[in-house]
Nanobody, 118 residues
Framework: QVQLVESGGGLVQAGGSLRLSCAAS????????MYWVRQAPGKGLEWVSG????????NYVDSVKGRFTISKDGAKNTVNLQMNSLKPEDTATYFC???????????WGQGTQVTVSS
């Protein structure tokens, strides 16, 4: 079965760091673009970062540029998000998303909670 399992969330103080991981299984990982999307309490979904299948194209929302780094490990079928210099406004549930263009196939993880205290 298709699974995307996020881990690494937690409670940290402002300025701290966390490393999120998303373990993928049940589909051809190398054919999918991978994304991190977050949802703050009472807010809508916000795209945070993405990486294309070959790992060459990487993008970030402006608010996290210079602080977050996305990466992937094809051998382990995982995508990671290193988050440094965390701010209270980064508090959200972070979801891992896999998308295959042309076919429009999309998979979502259950999310991992990140809470940043002032």
């Amino acid at each position: 079965q298709v699974q995307l399992v996020e881990s690494g969330g937690g409670l940290v103080q402002a300025g701290g760091s966390l490393r999120l991981s998303c373990a993928a299984s049940g589909f051809t990982f190398s054919s999918y673009s991978m994304y991190w999307v977050r949802q703050a309490p009472g807010k809508g979904l916000e795209w945070v970062s993405g990486i294309n299948p070959n790992g060459i194209r990487i993008n970030y929302v402006d608010s996290v540029k210079g602080r977050f780094t996305i990466s992937k490990d094809g051998a382990k079928n995982t995508v990671n998000l290193q988050m440094n210099s965390l701010k209270p406004e980064d508090t959200a549930t972070y979801f891992c998303n896999a998308h295959r263009y042309n076919w429009g196939t999309t998979f979502w993880g259950q999310g991992t909670q990140v809470t940043v205290s002032s």
